[in-house]
């Protein structure tokens, strides 16, 4: 069982950044590849970014790539999403996810826990 509980979302106007960070529980925390995702009121829960096993291998969805940046430490059972140059289409709820394997998947099937969400709003 691994609890996922996200922070740092918050109010930010366009071109700002925000930093989240996902918090897991699970001292097998290495072992579980991590996501993160989104959902905008009204559309379905999209990728945004993943992250493997020891952090050396990424994906970015098209519409984040050049702007974010996930990143993990294991030592601290964390990982993280920073956000620069924010746009008012990237305002969602951002969910961290995981699931113990190695591929890192785009869509929200295989990722067996989903942290609570924080909330992102972008002001124009």
């Known amino acids: 069982q691994v609890q996922l509980v996200e922070s740092g979302g918050g109010l930010v106007q366009a071109g700002g950044s925000l930093s989240l960070t996902c918090a897991a529980s699970?001292?097998?925390?290495?072992?579980?590849?991590v996501g993160w995702f989104r959902q905008a009121p009204g559309k379905d829960r999209e990728f945004v970014a993943a992250?493997?096993?020891?952090?050396?291998?990424?994906r970015y969805a098209d519409s984040v790539k050049g702007r974010f940046t996930i990143s993990r430490d294991n030592a601290k059972n964390t990982v993280y999403l920073q956000m620069n140059s924010l746009k008012p289409e990237d305002t969602a709820v951002y969910y961290c996810?995981?699931?113990?394997?190695?591929?890192?998947?785009?869509?929200?099937?295989?990722?067996?826990?989903w942290g609570q969400g924080t909330q992102v709003t972008v002001s124009s």
């Open positions: 992250i493997s096993l020891s952090g050396s291998v990424t």
């Open positions: 996810a995981a699931y113990r394997g190695v591929v890192l998947y785009q869509t929200t099937r295989p990722y067996d826990y």
């Open positions: 699970a001292s097998t925390f290495r072992s579980w590849t």
